[in-house]
T-cell receptor
Framework: DAGVTQSPTHLIKTRGQHVTLRCSPI?????VSWYQQVLGQGPQFIFQ???????GRGNFPDRFSARQFPNYSSELNVNALLLGDSALYLC?????????????FGEGSWLTVV | KQEVTQIPAALSVPEGENLVLNCSFT??????LQWFRQDPGKGLTSLLL?????REQTSGRLNASLDKSSGRSTLYIAASQPGDSATYLC???????????????FGKGTKLSVIP
């Protein structure tokens, strides 16, 4: 079975632009979470979606938004990009919202803002 | 607010040595704790998941322990190999039953180098 897949793998954007990152969870998984990992730091929680509803949001500005589609795939959108948004964006999936189970991460999308 | 600290930040050991990575957290009201491995430029691979009611988990050469009352977890790696070289991340899971939300709070990781 395919793991968590993310696209694009790398992208470069200019300050002020908008970016959309995509994630397909493991088949059968209904929960998708997004994390931001700045170089040298641990990942930070951005959003969790379960059954197409936002269930949790980390300490990120409103420029960050996400949604989950009927097939449980997800998009992360970031508006008005800042240099500080440069990071590895990780998507994770799990079968249920509570995740007493292992959570599985994708390979991430590397975003560079110039 | 949960804070997770990992010590040491970096560790270099000769092949074959046994080693311990440490993780501490400030809020003992955790749902579970996971250890992950991250290779350079890559995503995270789950190594071990310990539920809040458990004391330890083992997988192959890896053993993770959890002491909620003291806010500590350790990852023990036996007979280290060069292929174990990676960054190891500790992540504390918290669940908000009202919102139905689960999230991980990560430490900054321990970068391990195993020298042949």
């Amino acid at each position: 079975d395919a793991g968590v897949t993310q696209s694009p793998t790398h992208l470069i954007k200019t300050r002020g632009q908008h970016v959309t990152l995509r994630c397909s969870p493991i088949s059968g998984h209904k929960s998708v979470s997004w994390y931001q990992q700045v170089l040298g730091q641990g990942p930070q929680f951005i959003f969790q979606y379960y059954e197409k509803e936002e269930r949790g949001r980390g300490n990120f500005p409103d420029r960050f938004s996400a949604r989950q589609f009927p097939n449980y795939s997800s998009e992360l959108n970031v508006n008005a990009l800042l240099l500080g948004d440069s990071a590895l964006y990780l998507c994770a999936s799990s079968p249920y919202g509570t995740s007493g189970n292992t959570i599985y991460f994708g390979e991430g999308s590397w975003l560079t803002v110039v | 607010k949960q804070e997770v600290t990992q010590i040491p930040a970096a560790l270099s050991v000769p092949e074959g040595e046994n080693l311990v990575l440490n993780c501490s957290f400030t809020d003992s009201a955790i749902y579970n704790l996971q250890w992950f491995r991250q290779d350079p430029g890559k995503g995270l691979t789950s190594l071990l998941l310990i539920q809040s009611s458990q004391r330890e988990q083992t997988s192959g050469r890896l053993n993770a322990s959890l002491d909620k009352s003291s806010g500590r977890s350790t990852l023990y790696i036996a007979a280290s190999q060069p292929g174990d070289s990676a960054t190891y991340l500790c992540a504390v899971g918290s669940y908000d039953s009202g919102a139905g939300s689960y999230q991980l709070t990560f430490g900054k990781g321990t970068k391990l180098s195993v020298i042949p």
